[in-house]
Every structure is written in C-alpha cells, then in structure tokens.
C-alpha cells in the first residue's frame, strides 16, 4: 500500500509522500500524475488493495459526510496543514485549487 497509510477513524487513503488523502476514486490518478516512478503494475495493485477496503470513501461527494474532528484534536499524523486558497464550485461540494481544473470540470459538464 505504499505510498499510503489507510486512516480508519476517517476511512481515508493518506499519501504519506504528498501529506494529503485522497479518495479511493482518485487513487489512480493520484498515482499516474505524483508517484510516475512507481511502476505501473504496482500503481495498479495499490489501487486494487485500497479499493477493497471496506468502509473507505470512494469519491468526493462521500467527504459531504465527514465529521470533522474537534478543533482541539491532535493533528492527523502524515497531513499537512490544510490549505485555504481553494475555489469552491457553487454547483458541488468540489474544490479545486487550480483555475485550469474548475474551467475544464465546466466545459466538460456545462460546456
């Protein structure tokens, strides 16, 4: 499962490489576009053992469903400090932090 812990009190993949979790959805894409020395076989089999973990969340609409933990929690070991400088689309729950991908998420869908 390298390079991701699966974080069970949230049923998140966390990438202990690039401090964020991804859901199981994006495992693939996360792998291709950050991890490319990681052989495509082995990208496939991480993509494979995480998926079928029970419980994990699958897509960003299932993060609507997040309980966020109590400010006083301890911080979650292997993520970075949460970044503030995301563009919501007004539409969806999804955030992107790159301009390029909310107009490329509008073509496709609205366009």
Do not use: W
């Not at 993509?47 to 897509?59: C, D, L």
């Amino acid at each position: 499962m390298e390079p991701f812990i699966f974080y069970e009190e949230y049923a998140l993949a966390i990438c202990k490489t690039c401090q964020f979790a991804v859901v199981s959805d994006e495992l693939a894409t996360h792998l291709r576009t950050r991890h490319r020395h990681i052989p495509p076989s082995t990208r496939s089999s991480i993509v494979k053992a995480i998926s079928g973990i029970m419980g994990i969340r699958t897509n960003q609409a299932s993060l609507t469903q997040l309980q966020y933990p109590d400010p006083s929690t301890a911080p979650i070991d292997h993520l970075t400090d949460p970044r503030t400088d995301g563009i919501r689309y007004h539409r969806y729950s999804y955030i992107y932090r790159q301009t390029q991908r909310i107009q490329d998420h509008y073509q496709r869908h609205h366009g």
